[in-house]
């Protein structure tokens, strides 16, 4: 049983004045580019910064950006933050067509670190998680394709300390995929974050179960994540697989607010019913942690080139909201408002948001004001819509307390957030996490599990950004 959280009911029901509204202040901030994006404040300045593909962007001064210097070497395709060395700064891995290591200084500036051959040869989704419960951030790498050619293995590297990794394990050639995005999550709530790759090609996608050791256990199809799985194909490369859907990226976010991570798997596909829609998944938690799809009802309207999914609160009400990109001309990127009961309201044509077709999109509070920005499609967009009451939390703790859960009992609803380190395709929202609270004033109780299963609960006062370190 989960221990209650004390909050006055003065919180039911979360309320808010107007949907969110978005100006695109990308002319005036400074940023440029539409790479995947990765928010993160390096420099410890209380200012989220950015890296966009592979340039980092220093937050100055909560309204504009200027370039920061990475080593030689450092840039690629996208890249995941965590302090991997638990020195209490942010280092970045980087990833696409090569890999790289940069180590955070503490002053502004990084290091480039040491990584051993890694055996994925293209990549579009990695993440940082604990596989071994030791404390120490390791990656998982996901290995893409050529098309028509090859499928790349995926690979895990373990954390020795020291900014030092070795290779922990690699898939073997039947069971390698053509992953897109990686994440992770304590979905199971066991003290461990779990790891999702989505996997493209009409391929089921995978859920690694963490159990401290390598190899994990991989249970996607038995816990109702992998697909719909339909006949088995031969693909190229002598690979073999259940038909079921086209996995670009997904996102792991407490859809119902009832203190279980749920997972919204962002189905890219063609006309041809057989093929997977994107679903709306649903943690029935335990005993046995399956998922039940509960997109039917859901209320988004298909487009075929469905690409990267972001999750947040945009608008403070205290529930997550879905913004998803699409990638084909004719198609347009969408924010859907939830309203609860896995019901969610398409909002896009009065949100603000120039709808371009983009695999960026990332959120977090870049100006201080306590409600989420969006970055996507080579465009920074300022949240001016409803206002509403909040609060921010920022965990500090080993590997950057990544894997660690946050919850806030609002009635009957569990307000939960986690710390993340990837999400949909090569994205990483900030990692502060954010609580939109209506129209409460007060102080609200704060549960956090962190890596290891050890609970702390915490008094906080809403409209405040706090700062919770691990005992």
Same mark, same amino acid.
Not at 68 to 92: F, Q, R, V
Not at 198 to 215: C, D, E, I, K
Not at 359 to 364: R, V
């Given at each position: 049983?989960?221990?209650?959280?004390?909050?006055?009911?003065?919180?039911?029901?979360?309320?808010?004045?107007?949907?969110?509204?978005?100006?695109?202040?990308?002319?005036?901030?400074?940023?440029?580019?539409?790479?995947?994006?990765?928010?993160?404040?390096?420099?410890?300045?209380?200012?989220?910064?950015?890296?966009?593909?592979?340039?980092?962007?220093?937050?100055?001064?909560?309204?504009?950006?200027?370039?920061?210097?990475?080593?030689?070497?450092?840039?690629?395709?996208?890249?995941?933050?965590?302090?991997?060395?638990?020195?209490?700064?942010?280092?970045?891995?980087?990833?696409?067509?090569?890999?790289?290591?940069?180590?955070?200084?503490?002053?502004?500036?990084?290091?480039?670190?040491?990584?051993?051959?890694?055996?994925?040869?293209?990549?579009?989704?990695?993440?940082?998680?604990?596989?071994?419960?030791?404390?120490?951030?390791?990656?998982?790498?996901?290995?893409?394709?050529?098309?028509?050619?090859?499928?790349?293995?995926?690979?895990?590297?373990?954390?020795?300390?020291?900014?030092?990794?070795?290779?922990?394990?690699?898939?073997?050639?039947?069971?390698?995929?053509?992953?897109? &995005?990686?994440?992770?999550? *304590?979905? @199971?709530? !066991? #003290?461990?974050? +779990?790891?999702? =790759?989505? $996997?493209?090609?009409?391929? /089921?996608?995978?859920?690694?179960?963490?159990?401290?050791?390598?190899?994990?256990?991989?249970?996607?199809?038995?816990?109702?994540?992998?697909?719909?799985?339909?006949?088995?194909?031969?693909?190229?490369?002598?690979?073999?697989?259940?038909?079921?859907?086209?996995?670009? &990226?997904?996102?792991?976010? *407490?859809? @119902?607010? !009832? #203190?279980?991570? +749920?997972?919204? =798997?962002? $189905?890219?596909?063609?006309? /041809?019913?057989?093929?997977?829609?994107?679903?709306?998944?649903?943690?029935?938690?335990?005993?046995?942690?399956?998922?039940?799809?509960?997109?039917?009802?859901?209320?988004?309207?298909?487009?075929?080139?469905?690409?990267?999914?972001?999750?947040?609160?945009?608008?403070?009400?205290?529930?997550?909201?879905?913004?998803?990109?699409?990638?084909?001309?004719?198609?347009?990127?969408?924010?859907?408002?939830?309203?609860?009961?896995?019901?969610?309201?398409?909002?896009?044509?009065?949100?603000?948001?120039?709808?371009?077709?983009?695999?960026?999109?990332?959120?977090?509070?870049?100006?201080?004001?306590?409600?989420?920005?969006?970055?996507?499609?080579?465009?920074?967009?300022?949240?001016?819509?409803?206002?509403?009451?909040?609060?921010?939390?920022?965990?500090?703790?080993?590997?950057?307390?990544?894997?660690?859960?946050?919850?806030?009992?609002?009635?009957?609803?569990?307000?939960?957030?986690?710390?993340?380190?990837?999400?949909?395709?090569?994205?990483?929202?900030?990692?502060?996490?954010?609580?939109?609270?209506?129209?409460?004033?007060?102080?609200?109780?704060?549960?956090?599990?962190?890596?290891?299963?050890?609970?702390?609960?915490?008094?906080?006062?809403?409209?405040?950004?706090?700062?919770?370190?691990?005992?």
């Amino acid at each position: 049983m989960r221990p209650a959280l004390a909050l006055v009911a003065a919180l039911l029901p979360l309320s808010v004045v107007a949907q969110p509204l978005f100006v695109d202040v990308t002319a005036d901030s400074g940023l440029s580019g539409g790479g995947q994006a990765a928010w993160a404040d390096y420099d410890s300045d209380s200012l989220v910064d950015v890296l966009v593909g592979g340039t980092l962007f220093r937050n100055l001064d909560g309204t504009h950006f200027s370039l920061a210097e990475l080593p030689d070497g450092i840039a690629s395709m996208s890249g995941t933050w965590g302090d991997c060395d638990n020195d209490g700064d942010l280092d970045l891995f980087t990833f696409g067509s090569h890999f790289a290591l940069a180590l955070n200084n503490g002053d502004g500036s990084f290091t480039a670190g040491q990584l051993p051959e890694v055996p994925v040869v293209n990549s579009r989704g990695a993440c940082w998680v604990d596989v071994n419960a030791d404390g120490l951030l390791d990656l998982y790498i996901g290995g893409y394709e050529a098309w028509e050619e090859a499928v790349y293995l995926d690979a895990v590297l373990i954390n020795e300390g020291g900014g030092r990794f070795i290779v922990g394990w690699q898939s073997s050639e039947a069971d390698k995929r053509s992953a897109r &995005g990686v994440t992770a999550a *304590d979905f @199971d709530e !066991d #003290g461990d974050a +779990d790891v999702y =790759v989505s $996997n493209y090609r009409l391929q /089921p996608n995978y859920l690694f179960l963490n159990s401290g050791t390598l190899p994990m256990d991989e249970a996607g199809a038995k816990r109702g994540v992998a697909g719909i799985a339909k006949d088995v194909i031969d693909y190229t490369g002598g690979i073999r697989y259940a038909v079921s859907g086209h996995t670009i &990226g997904s996102s792991w976010g *407490d859809l @119902d607010d !009832d #203190g279980h991570l +749920d997972l919204f =798997v962002g $189905n890219f596909s063609h006309p /041809p019913a057989y093929q997977d829609r994107p679903q709306f998944l649903r943690n029935t938690a335990g005993p046995d942690w399956r998922f039940e799809d509960m997109s039917a009802g859901a209320g988004l309207i298909w487009q075929e080139s469905f690409a990267s999914p972001a999750l947040a609160d945009v608008d403070n009400d205290g529930d997550l909201d879905l913004y998803f990109t699409t990638v084909y001309e004719g198609d347009h990127s969408v924010l859907y408002l939830n309203d609860g009961g896995w019901r969610f309201r398409d909002v896009t044509a009065a949100s603000g948001i120039d709808t371009a077709r983009t695999y960026q999109a990332a959120w977090a509070d870049y100006d201080g004001d306590g409600d989420l920005d969006l970055l996507s499609g080579g465009k920074l967009y300022q949240n001016e819509g409803p206002g509403g009451s909040w609060l921010r939390v920022k965990l500090e703790g080993a590997g950057s307390a990544i894997g660690a859960v946050a919850r806030v009992r609002v009635g009957e609803r569990a307000l939960t957030r986690q710390v993340e380190s990837s999400t949909g395709e090569g994205n990483q929202n900030e990692m502060v996490l954010h609580f939109g609270l209506g129209d409460y004033d007060g102080f609200v109780s704060v549960e956090v599990t962190w890596p290891g299963g050890v609970r702390t609960t915490h008094n906080l006062r809403s409209g405040c950004s706090v700062t919770v370190s691990q005992e």
